[in-house]
Each structure stands twice: as structure tokens, then as C-alpha cells.
């Protein structure tokens, strides 16, 4: 049996050191409520939407190319199973070509036979393709 974990991408003119470190800047393209750090491996933050929470992890770094947040706890109250997220990866794969950066986003463990597909699947092309490529674009994005 083949998973499909939700997987984006989004090209943007900037370095890949820019993209690496505007994914970094989570409350500036995700979540206002953003406590911790999210960049270096080790790092832990959480980010919080009135009663839902993620905790993450940095459990894979290698700056300017590849980092991973794992989730390490989560409350997801619209779920049966509010912790459903727990144990997937947020997986931030960076690369160059012809002057243009290239972010792809795989979130493991997000398939479409897993309850939030759906719905997490339409808030992270709102978060990346729209919110993350505005702040790596026009420096500016539009967190929640």
C-alpha cells in the first residue's frame, strides 16, 4: 500500500538563506501565537489557534537546504482523535535553479485515509502558497 503524504511547493526569487530563514519566522507567515524557536536542530516552539496546539521539534536541520519540525504533542479539538498529528513530520526541503528558490513541503503522516486530510490539507496551500510565498515575495505575510 503506496501513502500520499500533502506535499507543496512554491518558487520565489530570493536565496535559499532567505527562504530557510523565513520559514523560520513561523509567527510571520503562520501563527501570531508562536512561542520558542524554529530554526536550528534541538529547537522546539509551539504554535497555538485558541484551543489547538502543536509542539515541533527540529529534529533534521541542515541550513539553507533541508529542516524538519516533528510533532512532538498536539490538540486538535475538531478531531475524534486530537492528537493526530503527534509523531508526523513538517519536512522543509530547499533548493536553486536558474536564479529561483524552490521550497517543497511534505507533511508525512498527513494522507488523505487520516481524518484532518482535508481540512489541514486546504490550511497549509492557504499558509504556503499564499501567506509563506507573500512573505518571501513582498516581505510580508499574513499569519493567523
Known amino acids: ?5 500533502y506535499t507543496c511547493s512554491i518558487q520565489a526569487s530570493v ?4 527562504a530557510y530563514d523565513k520559514i523560520a519566522r513561523v509567527s510571520e507567515w503562520w501563527a501570531k501565537n508562536f512561542k520558542g524557536s524554529a530554526r536550528n536542530l534541538g529547537d522546539t516552539f509551539t504554535v497555538r489557534f485558541g484551543e489547538t496546539f502543536v509542539d515541533f521539534k ?3 536541520a541542515i541550513p539553507n537546504r533541508r ?3 516533528h510533532v512532538a504533542n498536539c490538540h486538535l479539538p475538531w478531531l475524534k482523535d486530537k492528537t493526530e498529528w503527534n509523531g508526523t513530520e513538517a519536512i522543509w526541503e530547499i533548493s536553486a535553479n536558474n536564479g529561483m528558490t524552490t521550497i517543497k513541503f511534505t507533511h508525512h503522516g498527513l494522507t488523505p485515509d487520516v481524518e484532518c486530510f482535508s481540512a489541514c490539507e486546504k490550511g497549509w496551500n492557504g ?6 510565498l507573500k512573505l518571501l515575495m513582498e516581505g510580508k505575510g499574513f499569519p493567523e
Not at 127 to 132: E, T
Open 67 to 69: 529542516i524538519v519540525w
Open 15 to 18: 536565496s535559499t538563506a532567505e
Open 127 to 132: 499558509h504556503i502558497q499564499n501567506s509563506l
Open 58 to 60: 527540529i529534529s533534521d
Open 1 to 5: 500500500m503506496t501513502t500520499h503524504d
